[in-house]
C-alpha cells in the first residue's frame, strides 16, 4: 500500500517558480506528477523510475525538474518560468510502471493548488 500527501502548491506570477513535495513511501515504483486544469483532463506532467530516470510532457520540458529523495522519501517536482497556462491541480502518482496515462498509476495522493497568474 502506497500512501502519497502533496504539498507546496499556491499562487505565483508568470515567471515564478514553485517546489512541490510528495511524501512516499520509497518502494521500487515509478512515481509520476499529473495535473488537471480546470474542465479538463487528467495528464502527464513528469516522471522518475527506481533507477533515476526521468520523462517530462513536452510543454514542460526544459522548465520543470522532477526528482526523488530517497533518503526522505520525497518526490519533488520544482516549476519554473510558470505560465499561465500550468495553472491546474497537481497529483503526484505511484504505479509499477512509468507512462503519461493515469490509468497505469494504483496510488494517488489528495492534490495540490497551483494557481499562475499574470
Known amino acids: 500500500q502506497e500512501r502519497l500527501v502533496e504539498s507546496g502548491g499556491g499562487s505565483v506570477q508568470v515567471g515564478g517558480s514553485l517546489r512541490l513535495s510528495c511524501a512516499v513511501s520509497?518502494?521500487?515504483?515509478?512515481y509520476g506528477w499529473f495535473r488537471q486544469p480546470p474542465g479538463k483532463g487528467r495528464e502527464g506532467v513528469a516522471s522518475?523510475?527506481?533507477?533515476?530516470?526521468?520523462t517530462y510532457a513536452l510543454s514542460v520540458k526544459g522548465r520543470f525538474n522532477i526528482s526523488q529523495d530517497k533518503d526522505k522519501n520525497i518526490l519533488y517536482l520544482q516549476m519554473n518560468s510558470l505560465k499561465l497556462e500550468d495553472t491546474a491541480m497537481y497529483y503526484c502518482?505511484?504505479?509499477?510502471?512509468?507512462?503519461?496515462?493515469?490509468?497505469?498509476?494504483?496510488?494517488w495522493g489528495q492534490g495540490t493548488q497551483v494557481t499562475v497568474s499574470s
Open positions: 522518475i523510475d527506481s533507477d533515476g530516470d526521468t
Open positions: 520509497g518502494s521500487r515504483y515509478c
Open positions: 502518482a505511484a504505479g509499477p510502471l512509468c507512462s503519461s496515462s493515469p490509468r497505469l498509476y494504483n496510488y
